[in-house]
């Protein structure tokens, strides 16, 4: 199956990537529709198909002033991943086009996940 990764603001996300999006996270977790701000303040990586179906996502929010080793840095929080059809890869897929992302972008992320699937990033 041929796959892409788009990365985008949550204000430039289309109307049925937005509906795809709360779905899976109403799913995954019961959690409502997003609200704007939200939207505005994170930035969403989607694995898509050639149908441009979301495959995988994860959002990345901006993290301002984090200190380590005494320097103040912004980086990204990554989280709110969900693979869609598990077991197929996208989840992998999805963070090494997360990771090519950062590399370009010049920036450093950490992630956030629970311990039942932490091997997965490991």
């Not at 995954?28 to 149908?51: C, T, Y």
């Amino acid at each position: 199956m041929i796959t892409h990764i788009e990365i985008k603001s949550g204000t430039d996300l289309s109307l049925e990537e937005e509906k795809e999006i709360n779905i899976a996270k109403n799913r995954e977790w019961g959690l409502p529709p997003m609200d704007q701000k939200h939207k505005d303040n994170h930035v969403f990586a989607l694995l898509k198909n050639s149908e441009h179906n979301i495959l995988a996502q994860a959002q990345l929010l901006t993290l301002n002033g984090v200190i380590f080793n005494n320097e103040l840095f912004d980086i990204y929080g990554i989280g709110g991943v969900i693979v869609n059809s598990k077991n197929k890869g996208y989840g992998k897929e999805l963070m090494r086009g997360i990771l090519a992302y950062l590399k370009k972008s010049n920036k450093s992320a950490i992630g956030f996940t629970n311990f039942d699937v932490i091997e997965f990033y490991v």
